[in-house]
């Protein structure tokens, strides 16, 4: 079920929901839930790039697969934080 927030949002914040309101021809509220949807999405792919998160973790949080998640980063540019030598040590590791 749904949870009820307020929110106070500075002028050019609500600005931005308005504009994406316009754009997408949907209410101020479903606009906003897409905004941080949005920002959530960056957030999480940032950690990841970061190193912060691991591939499974970042699907998890995205709520996608990982083949879908590797998918997305790639059509994103954003390549993996591991390097050759963590590779060749997590082969290591496994076997």
């Known amino acids: 079920m749904a949870e009820i927030?307020?929110?106070r949002f500075k002028e050019h914040e609500l600005g931005h929901i308005q504009k994406l309101s316009?754009?997408?021809?949907?209410?101020?509220t479903?606009?906003?839930?897409?905004?941080?949807?949005?920002?959530?999405r960056y957030y999480i792919l940032q950690q990841y790039k970061e190193?912060?998160?691991?591939?499974?973790?970042?699907a998890k949080e995205l709520h996608t697969?990982?083949?879908?998640?590797i998918?997305?980063?790639?059509e994103l540019g954003i390549k993996s934080p591991i390097?050759?030598?963590?590779y060749l040590e997590g082969l290591?590791?496994?076997?």
């Open 51 to 58: 190193g912060k998160l691991s591939l499974e973790k970042t």
């Open 5 to 7: 927030v307020s929110f």
């Open 65 to 69: 697969s990982i083949s879908e998640l």
């Open 30 to 40: 479903a606009a906003a839930r897409e905004l941080i949807e949005y920002g959530w």
């Open 83 to 86: 390097t050759y030598d963590d």
């Open 22 to 28: 316009a754009t997408k021809k949907v209410d101020k």
């Open 71 to 74: 998918d997305l980063l790639a």
């Open 92 to 95: 290591k590791n496994i076997t």
